[in-house]
């Protein structure tokens, strides 16, 4: 059985006024992602880590932000482009790990709600998708509250 890694990363800019969306659920607070998509970063980095485990190029690749059919969009849109695209490659996902970077609101208890999302998104069980949460320490833009970020590595298997 052969298995492949692949990671992801991802950054958005914090501003007032936006819908902080993380992980696929909307979480309460003044602040939002800016982007071209609802700025989910833990779905961006997710799908680049998919994509890259694939051998398929990244989110730009199949998302150009430059066109308009992806303003605004659902990031569970993307995930579930990718999921299509490992399907025909015959690729299965056995486990998702995760770091997500903010400073404020805490994360760790929404976790259940955005592995139900995530998973839901991919069509895999929860428990293959593990969140970890971390601040930055007030150091950097992150840890002055000005952007939210996030790791992800992704495994695959082959069916
Ligand atoms: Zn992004």
């Keep these: ?21 993380v ?18 970063v833990v779905a961006h980095a997710l799908c680049d880590a998919l994509l890259g485990a694939a051998g398929l190029g990244d989110i730009g690749t199949h998302f150009p932000d430059t066109d308009p059919k992806w303003k605004g969009a659902d990031s569970m849109i993307f995930l579930q482009h990718a999921r299509k695209l490992l399907d025909e490659k015959k690729l299965a996902i ?6 997500v970077i903010l400073e404020r609101p805490k994360l760790g208890p929404h976790f259940p709600k955005m592995r139900e ?11 293959k998708i593990h969140l970890k949460a971390k601040t930055n320490e007030g150091v950097d833009a992150v840890g002055r509250g000005e952007a939210i970020a996030a790791y992800v590595v992704a495994t695959l298997v082959a069916r």
């Design 117 to 127: 999302a995530l998973g839901r998104a991919l069509g895999v069980e929860p428990a």
């Design 94 to 99: 056995e486990h998702v790990d995760a770091v």
């Design 1 to 21: 059985m052969s298995t492949r890694c692949g990671i992801g990363y991802d950054l958005h800019r914090l501003e007032a006024g936006r819908k902080l969306i």
């Design 23 to 40: 992980g696929g659920i909307e979480l309460e607070f003044d602040k939002g992602p800016a982007g071209h998509s609802d700025g989910d």
